[in-house]
């Protein structure tokens, strides 16, 4: 039985694909010895919140009932992506411990055994941090853009919304998170939001392993250019996903 990630693509909810992780995905499991399940979820304006993290849920139900057909350890079922497959990740984590409903059912609330986060964001607005204003432009992420992407994926939600803005979950809430694995570039307008999240969920009281690559901007996971940054990520991955 393997260890399973179930990976969810960046690309600000409205472009990218199983082709864009590819890459990664691919290093991980021929490095580490898991299995990466990646999801092709429907993707923004055309599909707006919550369908990404409705398919995301599904995700997870699918690993719980093949894991027998695929060699899954259900014990060690654990949700990463990057940037907006980040927030995927972390939101529909929240929605598990929530217990919110997947068709017809409810998944179990310690159905994920950790969580793999690059660069994600926890805050679906303009944050007006440092670090947006430092590095909204020219550094992979230009803040117009992710103020597009935002509204394309809000749609008419309140961008407050948990499920949406994981830093605006309840701390009780985050308490109930497994372990976090996080990796921010130094050089990204969604640095500071990182740094926030991982403060809130060590005052509730979760494990959390968050670093960043000081000199590393956004799409180090996806866009080839920063062969450093992506090794060190990988290897983090590995050692994160086979000594939990």
Request: aromatic content about 10%; glycine content about 10%.
């Amino acid at each position: 039985r393997l260890p399973v990630l179930i990976y969810l693509h960046g690309g600000g909810w409205c472009f990218g694909s199983i082709n864009s992780c590819a890459r990664f995905c691919a290093e991980l499991s021929r490095r580490a010895g898991v299995a990466v399940l990646a999801v092709d979820y429907p993707l923004a304006p055309r599909y707006p919140f919550p369908h990404a993290l409705d398919a995301s849920l599904e995700a997870v139900g699918f690993a719980l009932a093949n894991a027998g057909t695929y060699g899954f350890d259900t014990g060690r079922i654990s949700l990463g992506g990057d940037s907006a497959g980040g927030n995927l990740a972390l939101s529909a984590a929240l929605a598990v411990v929530s217990g919110r409903p997947v068709g017809d059912s409810r998944l179990p609330a310690d159905a994920l055994h950790s969580l793999v986060l690059f660069y994600p964001v926890v805050k679906a607005w303009n944050d007006r941090s440092e670090s947006w204003k430092a590095y909204g432009s020219g550094y992979g992420l230009d803040s117009q853009i992710m103020d597009a992407f935002n509204e394309a994926y809000v749609g008419e939600a309140d961008a407050r919304d948990p499920l949406l803005s994981p830093f605006c979950a309840a701390s009780e809430t985050l308490a109930k998170l497994p372990p976090v694995m996080m990796v921010s570039a130094g050089r990204d307008i969604l640095r500071d939001q990182a740094v926030d999240m991982a403060s809130r969920l060590r005052e509730a009281g979760v494990e959390v392993c968050h670093s960043i690559l000081p000199s590393a901007v956004h799409l180090f996971i996806t866009v080839p250019g920063q062969p450093r940054a992506f090794e060190m990520a990988v290897d983090a991955t590995s050692t994160f996903l086979t000594e939990k």
